[in-house]
């Protein structure tokens, strides 16, 4: 039979534009969250991560907004570089049984 | 530091050999997991160790699947025997208790 693979949200930006990848988690319980990058052959590299007790934590041209109201996680990205290419991958991490759970990610592509 | 490290980077195997992937975790990190990435399913963790000892094994496919951390700095996992459908980019990460991973660069194996 035919193969399906994963559907990948996508997102393409003009170079210097702001970025927004959303993410929806799936436990209320969730206390910790991170945002990873993965860029093409490479495995995945933190970029930022919040605690349940805060709504909002900034970086260096990144800033995680958390609404646990909703369940929803955020990642903007200012001053979108063509090295900000990759997918992102959201993790959310449960206490209870102490591991983080990926979602499927969304691929960036930025547009020079 | 040199970060997690995996080997070997390629592997291409026929069906039914044993394959052996090697990791190396970031000194000092105490919890080691094995991600198994697929165009077909994502990211996926199939096991993880805490202070070498294995505390969710659940994501691992069948019992062809086999993983072990003699010591804090090294683990292997091992498919024996391999199929075509085990054929993915297989992905260790380390950390200090339950805080951010870091990924290694991952294996990508290939099974005809």
């Known amino acids: 039979g035919e193969s ?17 990848i959303n993410c929806a988690y799936s436990n209320s319980a969730s206390d910790y969250f991170i945002w990873y990058k993965q860029e093409s052959g490479k495995g995945p590299q933190f970029i930022i991560d919040i605690r349940s007790n805060m709504d909002k934590r900034q970086g260096q041209r990144v800033t995680v907004l958390l609404n646990k109201t909703v369940k929803h996680l955020s990642l903007q990205i200012a001053a979108t570089q063509p090295g900000d290419s990759a997918v992102y991958f959201c993790a959310e991490n449960i206490p209870t049984g102490n591991q983080f759970y990926f979602g499927t990610g969304t691929s960036l592509t930025v547009i020079p | 530091d040199a970060g997690v490290i995996q080997s070997p980077r390629h592997e291409v195997t026929e069906m039914g050999q044993e394959v052996t992937l090697r990791c190396k975790p970031i000194s000092g990190h105490n919890s080691l997991f094995w991600y198994r990435q697929t165009m077909m399913r994502g990211l996926e963790l199939l096991i993880y160790f805490n202070n070498n000892v294995p505390i969710d094994d659940s994501g691992m496919p069948e ?11 090294f683990s292997t996992l091992k498919i024996q025997p391999s199929e075509p459908r085990d054929s993915a980019v297989y992905f260790c990460a380390s950390s200090l208790d339950w805080d951010q991973q870091f990924f290694g660069p991952g294996t990508r194996l290939t099974v005809l």
């Open chain 1, 4 to 20: 399906v693979g994963l559907h990948l949200p996508t997102l393409s930006v003009q170079e210097g534009d702001n970025s927004i």
């Open chain 2, 63 to 73: 019992d062809r699947f086999s993983a072990k951390m003699p010591n804090a700095s």
